[in-house]
């Protein structure tokens, strides 16, 4: 693995064999150890940060973050406006991560209509947040796919609500005549960041990792204006919920199995 001012450098070299933009170079061998080797990625304590801030991964999470659009978060930089940013600040940024002083900006509350009349609260993190956490989670969720349940299908790579039908069919005709349809009443809200912590420590090793995703999520909400503390619950709308909420639900999936 290379070192910290290695990492930083090379986020900005050019690649004779490439005419991507430079926050881009590099991201084939990061693909290949997210798609096609899921449980690859071997890391020793003190390892991971440096897997997600390297410039593979980082460039992997910029094109990820671009395809997806959105709107921006409390800053309102566009996603367009991202990759002249990280040419100016990248570097500012990833050593201000290393070192532990990178402050997470709040999220911006955006209400979505549900069916119901009632209303879903999204927490809408920035690009530059929405970037770092992508790159986060596409090195984390290698290190938990081998944890979760063969019939889990939410948020996954490589799964889909048409294989979850597929299953689904299987079951029934094998003879299977029940089903339990069960909703956890805003559990994005209420996930309890304490217990979380814990769970991730049981397979994170790099404490740094751990401070950095603790820091999201004690990042606050930006609601009228006004930042409120976010004590309990993981805000949907950032890259990292998902794979937050499948690593929480694992244990649930355990005991009711």
């Known amino acids: 693995m290379m070192g910290r001012k290695q990492n930083i450098e090379t986020l900005s070299d050019q690649s004779?064999?490439?005419?991507?933009?430079?926050v881009l170079i590099g991201m084939q061998t990061f693909i290949g150890i997210t798609e096609n080797h899921l449980t690859a990625i071997k890391h020793e304590k003190g390892e991971l940060l440096e897997y997600i801030l390297s410039p593979s991964n980082l460039n992997l999470a910029y094109k990820q973050v671009k395809s997806n659009k959105g709107s921006g978060g409390i800053d309102?930089?566009?996603v367009d406006e991202?990759?002249?940013?990280?040419?100016?600040?990248?570097?500012?940024?990833?050593?201000?991560?290393?070192?532990?002083?990178?402050?997470?900006?709040?999220?911006?509350?955006?209400?979505?209509?549900?069916?119901?009349?009632?209303t879903r609260n999204l927490g809408i993190p920035t690009v530059v947040d929405r970037l770092i956490q992508q790159a986060i989670s596409q090195v984390l969720q290698p290190l938990y796919e081998p944890q979760f349940s063969p019939t889990s299908y939410g948020f996954r790579p490589h799964r889909s609500a048409h294989d979850?039908?597929?299953?689904c069919g299987e079951y029934i005709s094998a003879g299977y005549v029940?089903?339990?349809?069960?909703?956890?009443e805003k559990f994005f809200d209420t996930v309890c960041h304490s217990k979380l912590i814990a769970i991730l420590s049981r397979t994170?090793?790099?404490?740094?990792v751990?401070?950095?995703?603790?820091k999201y999520l004690n990042s606050g909400v930006l609601i009228g204006g006004k930042k409120e503390a976010s004590p309990v619950g993981v805000p949907q709308g950032g890259p990292l919920s998902p794979l937050l909420s499948n690593i929480m639900l694992?244990?649930?999936?355990r005991k009711s199995g």
């Open 210 to 214: 751990i401070s950095l995703i603790h």
């Open 82 to 118: 991202l990759l002249p940013y990280l040419r100016c600040h990248k570097d500012k940024l990833i050593t201000s991560i290393y070192d532990g002083n990178y402050h997470p900006n709040p999220v911006r509350r955006v209400e979505i209509p549900k069916s119901n009349g009632k």
């Open 164 to 167: 979850a039908l597929l299953k």
């Open 204 to 208: 994170i090793k790099d404490g740094r």
């Open 16 to 22: 004779s064999q490439r005419v991507e933009p430079e």
């Open 76 to 78: 309102r930089m566009e």
């Open 250 to 253: 694992t244990l649930l999936s």
């Open 178 to 184: 029940f089903t339990v349809d069960m909703d956890l």
